[in-house]
């Protein structure tokens, strides 16, 4: 609301700046401004159809970056054309943060409908006098009321609880998997463990393995040996364990 309002109330100071640098009449520079307000409150019942579809949220977010398109056009215009085109997106987006924010107000406090869409709306002449009016006063404010200003500027530091809460937690438990459970458990046991264990098994092997060919015969017979004890005894065994 406040960053929309100086479209609404700082447009005049910018109409004789305008007239001066391009001589255009005052008349066909202010239809920029009839421009705005038409897009501005015209459009409005269709952004509240968005809001009830999508949230006003996402309503309020589109509406602040059509009013910085608008602000950016108006920056670069120089012509009466680019004048009228920034201010027709910048009113589309100012009725969407506008009718967003009073509907969100009246839905937020039922009990006290008028209060809470004037508080509000003042929002735009908040805006104007902080800005324009009195520029000096927002300095003035921060330092009279720091800690309040700390608190709103910090997002009432629930950035920073995340932080230190939940974002070092993670971090830890995932420290704690990354060194317990990769490095150690998959790493070390698993994999590193593994293949010192088929090392000390080769060893072994290795040192069985003479390079006699009746060494090999004898393995080879006392395998088959091995496999008929199995083969024969095995129904047996079946037989016992039933």
Partial sequence: MVMIANYQYGWTFFVPDIQKTFG???ASIQWAFTLFVLFETWLVPVEGWFVDKYGPRL???????????????????????????????AGIGAGGVYGTCVGNALKWFPDKRGL??????????????LYLGRPDLPEL???RFGGLYALLDNKYYLDRINELVFGAGARLIGTAFWRGGDMALIDGAAVNGSARLVGWVALLVRRAQTGFIYH????????VGVALFVFLTWPYVVAAAH
């Fill in 24 to 26: 255009w009449d005052r």
């Fill in 59 to 89: 309503v309020v977010l589109v509406g602040g970056i059509l009013c910085a398109i608008g602000w950016a056009i108006n920056a670069q215009a120089t012509t009466l054309n680019g004048y009228y085109l920034g201010m027709i997106i």
């Fill in 116 to 129: 809470a869409a004037g508080i509000t709306a003042a929002g735009f002449g908040a805006a104007w006098f």
């Fill in 141 to 143: 404010i921060k330092q």
């Fill in 216 to 223: 090999y015969a004898f393995a080879m017979l006392l395998g």
